[in-house]
């Protein structure tokens, strides 16, 4: 049975001459980028950006299992292959920075931006995975996003994270459920914890540049892959950077974040 197509927006001229792709985190969509493409295109309008909604995420609904890195970099070629534009660059954050480097085999971009992403196996947990705990306990229906709001307020959550959660919400006959089932981002996450991505860092394709942003005040990348990143950039086509900011570093730190990706990407003026 053939797969759908990724939801997508482009943001940019449609005839720029080179194309960024920016994969979100877990929970997340394409939109959540929306701002920071719009001022990127602004500085480099040379650029064009494609927010993709990954597989069970946004708009990308209705993806057979299984659910897994691979699948979501076969669904980014099926994507790519449809616009007919080849991805210069791709940029992803947390979840999609793993996606994003699984697909440097696949579409060979010039650079990659790994956002606040680690490419190492790791005992599953963290925000992402106490989320899905509480979303299996409450799959709804629900009278209203508030209600929804008010579980995850009670469950532990910021205001604003439960606010951006209930995003996910979709409307029914019976009321409020989340777009995606439960069991289905189990997966994702499963496979996410469990790969081990380093290789793709310590022998970086020949065509390939790789970036990795380290949020400050963010717990996801330690000192120790900071340095292992540094050791794999001896030929300059591995890079480390760190900016101020928590996880969700195009949120907390937009403009830092705007001046890095600007100026590192490829074609910038020196």
């Known amino acids: 049975m053939s797969q ?20 979100h985190g877990i929970y997340g969509a394409g939109r959540n980028w929306a701002s920071f493409a719009r001022r990127l295109v602004q500085e480099r309008p040379d650029w064009g950006v494609e927010l993709v909604d990954l597989r069970l995420h946004g708009h990308s609904l209705g993806f057979a299992p299984p659910h897994t890195l691979a699948a979501c970099v ?40 790994v956002i606040d992403s680690t490419p190492s196996k790791r005992t599953p947990g963290g925000a992402a995975l106490r989320m899905l705990q509480i979303l299996k306990r409450h799959q709804g229906p629900f009278a209203g996003r508030g209600d929804a709001v008010a579980v995850l307020e009670t469950e532990g959550f910021a205001i604003h994270v439960a606010h951006w959660m209930a995003t996910n919400l ?15 981002i189990e997966s994702l996450l499963d496979d ?29 990348v330690t000192a120790d892959e900071v ?11 591995v890079m480390a950077h760190q900016l101020h900011g928590g996880h969700w ?15 590192g990407l490829p074609g910038a003026a020196s």
Request: proline share 6%; hydrophobic share 45%.
């Open 192 to 220: 996410f914890f469990r790969r081990d991505l380093w290789d793709v860092v310590e022998s970086p394709t020949p065509t390939s540049e790789i970036r990795l942003v380290r949020a400050s005040e963010s717990d996801v």
């Open 249 to 263: 570093l195009h949120v907390d730190n937009p403009n830092g974040l705007i001046e890095l990706v600007s100026r």
């Open 4 to 23: 759908p197509v990724l939801h997508h927006h482009a943001v940019g001229a449609e005839d720029a001459t080179r194309w960024l792709y920016v994969l």
């Open 227 to 237: 340095d292992r990143f540094e050791r794999a950039g001896a030929d300059g086509r």
């Open 74 to 113: 076969q669904d980014l070629m099926a994507l790519v292959d449809s616009l007919g534009r080849r991805p210069q660059a791709i940029l992803g954050h947390s979840f999609g920075g793993k996606v994003a480097l699984m697909s440097v085999a696949s579409l060979a971009p010039a650079q990659v931006w």
């Open 170 to 184: 979709v409307a029914g006959p019976d009321g409020y459920r989340w777009r995606f089932d439960p069991a289905d």
